[in-house]
């Protein structure tokens, strides 16, 4: 119940933090609003990360960690861009399209064997990103394509954390790329700066404190509970969002952003589904091998 609980949470924050993105993209520019993501994200992570007592966040994989960032930025400016230009029911659809792009990701990168379910479970789930991108008929917009690439970016930073923290702790992983991303996304900014006034403070603040509020609560839901049982609730997320943009920007939603995005979430279930009953077959079969005597 306490994971159920730090997962909806996790969901309404990235929820506020994409309300917070689309706000304030109508002030600065995409580039600034990643740069005050990461900079106020910093800044509400160090209270915790530096905390009296606390081990220190040592790493022999600082080339890793610039090249985790780099990639994590680049995925970052894609769905921001996509938050702000996109109709955020879409936006935020095709972003659940990043587990499928980890599945492949995962065969051709760490070399996991993936078999015909889950397979399929990808190729439905792709359709769903068909249905709601339409290729080649009138309704198709080549922004929706910035929205797929986030998440075929993210899909690789996925694996790349997922490197880092067989020999980091997850706070490590969390700290450093803040660390790499501050400066980063500052390069980009630079050329594009305007310096915010008003109420653009707030929202570009939000977007780094949801933000940061978001991944906390995700990693520790994460650490309690199943994937398969959680992912569900993050899908809360989607109509969350959709009902913000009705009512703050009068966005209908489209018929098909809804079948697709059905159909990508299904998918997702699944996959999340298998994953959770693999891994827990290989723990029983690892925990039966050690039983045998003489072994």
Not at 159 to 186: C, E, G, H, M, N
Not at 227 to 244: E, R
């Amino acid at each position: 119940m306490r994971a159920a609980w730090l997962m909806l949470g996790s969901t309404l924050s990235f929820g506020f933090m994409a309300l917070a993105i689309r706000y304030a993209t109508a002030y600065v520019p995409t580039q600034e609003v990643a740069f005050f993501r990461n900079a106020f994200g910093l800044v509400a992570l160090l209270p915790m990360l530096l905390r009296p007592g606390r081990a220190p966040l040592k790493t022999q994989q600082l080339p890793r960690y610039f090249l985790r960032s780099a990639i994590g930025l680049a995925s970052m400016l894609c769905a921001f861009w996509a938050l702000g230009h996109l109709p955020m029911a879409q936006a935020v659809s095709l972003s659940y399209s990043t587990p499928l792009f980890v599945t492949i990701a995962a065969v051709l990168w760490l070399g996991e064997t993936v078999r015909v379910r889950r397979w399929a479970a990808v190729i439905i789930g792709f359709i769903g990103v068909l249905v709601i991108v339409r290729p080649g008929t009138g309704s198709f917009s080549a922004g929706s394509l910035v929205a797929v690439a986030a998440a075929v970016l993210s899909s690789v930073v996925a694996i790349q954390i997922k490197q880092l923290t067989r020999v980091d702790s997850a706070d490590t992983v969390v700290f450093y790329t803040y660390v790499f991303w501050v400066p980063l996304s500052l390069i980009p900014a630079l050329f594009v700066w305007q310096w915010p006034t008003g109420i653009a403070w707030v929202w570009l603040a939000l977007t780094g404190v949801m933000g940061t509020l978001g991944q906390l609560l995700w990693t520790r839901a994460l650490r309690l509970g199943e994937v398969s049982a959680l992912t569900p609730i993050s899908f809360m997320q989607l109509p969350l969002v959709s009902m913000m943009a009705w009512l703050l920007f009068g966005e209908a939603l489209d018929r098909w952003t809804v079948i697709g995005a059905l159909i990508i979430l299904g998918s997702n279930a699944y996959i999340a589904h298998r994953e959770a009953v693999l891994a827990r077959r290989a723990k029983s079969e690892a925990a039966s091998a050690a039983a045998k005597p003489g072994e």
